[in-house]
């Protein structure tokens, strides 16, 4: 039996059985229990941790008395009722004592990954309902702006529209007059050795029409506006700016999202068409200054190889990639949780999973084309 005491508290270490047991006697207050914390250190440290704390003979305590015990880790038998109240207060939630034994590291590997499991299940039906409630939004302020245009706020969209549009250009240019650089270099190293050189116009003008300008342009955007989307959306949800919209009876779809939503639809064909043209331009720089062709017949080539369903189709994708960007952006937003970490995660969520559902969609909008 080891034992410490101090001027109004002793503490005994015995054995009770095969259990360790720590006896406490005595009041455990603000003056007793700084010289606890150190003495005691030997007799409760972690290699000697007790089953048990005997506090039938604490005759008071307050709240650095149950500070202690909570401390020493262990089960708390016959105390009193004063005493088992300030525990109440000061020891965690969920009513245990922070004994090593109770880690959950140490709990079986089994039991964590049911409960990781059940946790990842869980998550995902709630963002899986939250996700069909948003859309199930979205169409219906899609039809209310349809049947009601005046209560659409114009004014907002005409501001996106600068965003999205005007702003956008000029790394749109850039990036799809490169792009067009790019596969006629291509084109011209793979071509040039049948002396088919005259198709590397074919081969700019059709990729950036119907594939490479709607996707690069989409791209863009998603990681330009649906990322700022989600940012300006995930701010006003952290300072409680939607809740207060849903509070006054507002909807929030119609404040927040459709203004970016029309925006996005609108600027987008734009965008497609600017960004054919500049891929088609740096095709129409490298098919003058490295291959040799006429201009005239470089641009005649081209007009010969475009068709209206052709650039149908450009077209057509670039409205759907409006549509992922949109929907994806604002639904990160409102997602958000608290803090700024919360607002950079959905951003970054935003560009991900825009970026991913794009080519998803690229990918089945390119067989249904080549089945029609």
């Given at each position: 039996?080891?034992?410490?005491?101090?001027?109004?508290?002793r503490v005994e270490a015995v054995r009770v059985g095969d259990r360790s047991v720590l006896r406490v006697t005595g009041?455990?207050?603000?003056?007793?229990?700084?010289?606890?914390?150190?003495?005691?250190?030997?007799?409760?440290?972690?290699?000697?941790?007790?089953?048990?704390?005997?506090?039938?003979?604490?005759?008071?305590?307050?709240?650095?008395?149950?500070?202690?015990?909570?401390?020493?880790?262990?089960?708390?038998?016959?105390?009193?009722?004063?005493?088992?109240?300030?525990?109440?207060?000061?020891?965690?939630?969920?009513?245990?004592?922070?004994?090593?034994?109770?880690?959950?590291?140490?709990?079986?590997?089994?039991?964590?990954?049911?409960?990781?499991?059940?946790?990842?299940?869980?998550?995902?039906?709630?963002?899986?309902?939250?996700?069909?409630?948003?859309?199930?939004?979205?169409?219906?302020?899609?039809?209310?702006?349809?049947?009601?245009?005046?209560?659409?706020?114009?004014?907002?969209?005409?501001?996106?529209?600068?965003?999205?549009?005007?702003?956008?250009?000029?790394?749109?240019?850039?990036?799809?007059?490169?792009?067009?650089?790019?596969?006629?270099?291509?084109?011209?190293?793979?071509?040039?050795?049948?002396?088919?050189?005259?198709?590397?116009?074919?081969?700019?003008?059709?990729?950036?029409?119907?594939?490479?300008?709607?996707?690069?342009?989409?791209?863009?955007?998603?990681?330009?506006?649906?990322?700022?989307?989600?940012?300006?959306?995930?701010?006003?949800?952290?300072?409680?700016?939607?809740?207060?919209?849903?509070?006054?009876?507002?909807?929030?779809?119609?404040?927040?999202?459709?203004?970016?939503?029309?925006?996005?639809?609108?600027?987008?064909?734009?965008?497609?068409?600017?960004?054919?043209?500049?891929?088609?331009?740096?095709?129409?720089?490298?098919?003058?200054?490295?291959?040799?062709?006429?201009?005239?017949?470089?641009?005649?080539?081209?007009?010969?190889?475009?068709?209206?369903?052709?650039?149908?189709?450009?077209?057509?994708?670039?409205?759907?990639?409006?549509?992922?960007?949109?929907?994806?952006?604002?639904?990160?937003?409102?997602?958000?949780?608290?803090?700024?970490?919360?607002?950079?995660?959905?951003?970054?969520?935003?560009?991900?999973?825009?970026?991913?559902?794009?080519?998803?969609?690229?990918?089945?909008l390119t067989v249904i084309f080549h089945n029609v």
């Amino acid at each position: 039996m080891q034992d410490v005491e101090t001027a109004r508290a002793r503490v005994e270490a015995v054995r009770v059985g095969d259990r360790s047991v720590l006896r406490v006697t005595g009041r455990l207050d603000v003056e007793s229990t700084p010289a606890l914390w150190s003495q005691v250190r030997a007799l409760v440290g972690p290699d000697a941790r007790p089953d048990e704390i005997d506090a039938s003979g604490v005759t008071g305590c307050d709240s650095a008395g149950a500070a202690w015990l909570v401390w020493v880790g262990a089960p708390v038998s016959g105390a009193n009722r004063q005493v088992a109240a300030l525990l109440d207060l000061v020891r965690p939630r969920d009513g245990t004592a922070p004994a090593p034994k109770t880690d959950p590291e140490s709990a079986p590997p089994r039991e964590l990954l049911v409960a990781r499991l059940g946790h990842a299940a869980e998550q995902s039906a709630a963002g899986l309902h939250f996700t069909i409630a948003y859309i199930g939004t979205l169409i219906e302020g899609l039809v209310a702006a349809v049947r009601h245009p005046r209560s659409l706020r114009w004014k907002d969209v005409v501001l996106y529209m600068v965003r999205t549009g005007s702003d956008a250009l000029p790394i749109v240019a850039l990036i799809t007059f490169l792009v067009g650089v790019i596969i006629a270099y291509q084109a011209f190293e793979m071509l040039r050795q049948f002396g088919y050189e005259i198709f590397v116009a074919d081969t700019v003008a059709v990729s950036m029409v119907m594939e490479l300008g709607p996707l690069m342009t989409a791209i863009i955007m998603a990681g330009r506006s649906g990322s700022a989307f989600a940012a300006e959306i995930g701010t006003m949800k952290v300072n409680e700016e939607v809740d207060a919209l849903d509070t006054m009876g507002l909807d929030s779809t119609r404040f927040l999202v459709m203004p970016k939503f029309i925006a996005m639809l609108c600027t987008m064909p734009i965008l497609v068409v600017f960004a054919a043209f500049c891929g088609i331009a740096g095709g129409l720089m490298i098919g003058t200054l490295v291959v040799g062709l006429p201009m005239h017949v470089y641009l005649h080539e081209t007009v010969q190889r475009l068709t209206i369903w052709r650039a149908a189709q450009g077209l057509i994708k670039g409205e759907c990639y409006a549509v992922v960007i949109a929907a994806v952006g604002c639904l990160r937003g409102l997602q958000t949780k608290s803090g700024a970490q919360g607002v950079g995660l959905s951003a970054t969520s935003a560009v991900v999973s825009g970026v991913f559902l794009i080519i998803v969609v690229d990918a089945v909008l390119t067989v249904i084309f080549h089945n029609v």
